[in-house]
């Protein structure tokens, strides 16, 4: 029997239900909730880089799993320190302060994931791109700032916002923002990273069954008692829904939706996950879910599909092999790339 993920409760202006997480193993902040328990399971949360972090194993040496829950959780703050454009040291605050002055060189760890999410942004024509930060503050979504941004604020950011100005070096590992005002944010791919490198610690440490959650991304290792983790994924509008049930082991899993931080202003629902090429909302889905072979990969992708839309995010998933995606589009129906075969999708939680 599956755990409900989500508690749904009214929105700030009662319109539409917002869906709230469960502690593990109730859900991520995203549409997706593993199995239930049957006791065996070994299970710590905690909170870095701004979200709820919830580590579970299936093993039997809790000694052991304390070990590797605590080494995990060491990796996670260590990225949170080095990736955070919040934190006054960090080199990602450095790259935005130098922007359009000088390049900044930085660990061999933030370069590999800026130049992943270079490749996203390519990937996908700019519907992922980390200079979105730009942005930031034009709106407002913390509960009483509620904001609106005027069309000219907002072509006033959207200037400096273009993957194509933030430089790479390889041979050098600098990172250069070639335009003032430009900002660079990697809300979208720093925990999917950081979830990753959290289960190699915990391979390391022998534990071979576990999850990792961050937010909306999970890492799912291993098995639960011999079988595969099984994942509900829920209606993004409806917890009482499933839209998906996967069977699923050694895989990540990502989701982006429009109910994560949101505010509903005349009528009409403002979310925060912007479209780079206009500055607003993007508007074709209600949750994207990736599945991929590693979290730095399905956590982008995830955003990038959202902006790009039901049709055209499908279409970029059929295109590449070993990831698979369940798109909510807009009017809440339900679309599965090919490769996935949901068992009792559309219906309520058993």
């Not at 941004?149 to 070096?169: C, F, G, M, V």
Request: aromatic content about 6%.
């Amino acid at each position: 029997m599956l755990p409900t993920g989500f508690q749904n409760r009214p929105a700030r202006n009662g319109t539409i239900p917002l869906l709230l997480p469960f502690i593990l193993l109730g859900g991520l902040s995203g549409p997706l909730t593993p199995s239930a328990a049957s006791g065996e399971l070994i299970k710590r949360n905690a909170v870095l880089m701004g979200t709820n972090i919830e580590l579970t194993a299936s093993e039997s040496d809790r000694a052991r799993v304390d070990e590797g829950f605590d080494a995990a959780l060491r990796e996670i703050s260590g990225i949170e320190d080095m990736m955070s454009e919040w934190k006054e040291g960090s080199p990602i605050s450095r790259i935005n302060r130098e922007a359009g002055q000088e390049p900044v060189p930085v660990p061999d760890e933030l370069y590999h994931v800026i130049e992943a999410a270079q490749k996203i942004s390519e990937l996908s024509g700019g519907a992922f791109d980390i200079s979105w930060a730009a942005m930031r503050g034009v709106w407002k979504f913390s509960k009483g700032e509620e904001k609106v941004p005027t069309p000219d604020e907002i072509r006033a950011k959207r200037t400096s916002i273009d993957y194509r100005n933030i430089q790479l070096d390889d041979s050098k590992k600098t990172v250069f923002l070639k335009k003032k005002g430009m900002a660079i944010g990697l809300g979208g791919i720093a925990k999917g990273y950081a979830v990753d490198k959290a289960m190699e610690v915990l391979i390391r440490h022998g534990i071979a069954n576990a999850i990792v959650k961050a937010g909306g991304d999970m890492r799912v290792q291993g098995t639960e008692e011999g079988q595969p983790w099984a994942i509900g994924i829920q209606d993004p509008r409806n917890r009482e829904k499933l839209i998906a049930r996967l069977p699923l082991s050694n895989i990540s899993i990502s989701t982006s939706g429009d109910y994560e931080h949101f505010f509903v202003k005349d009528g009409t629902l403002y979310h925060h996950i912007i479209d780079p090429k206009t500055g607003y909302p993007a508007r074709g889905c209600r949750s994207v879910t990736i599945l991929a072979p590693d979290t730095l990969t399905s956590d982008p992708l995830a955003t990038a599909v959202f902006v790009l839309g039901p049709e055209k995010g499908m279409k970029l998933i059929e295109s590449l092999p070993g990831i698979q995606a369940i798109i909510v589009d807009a009017q809440g129906k339900v679309r599965y790339s090919s490769g996935i075969e949901p068992k009792r999708s559309r219906e309520s939680n058993p």
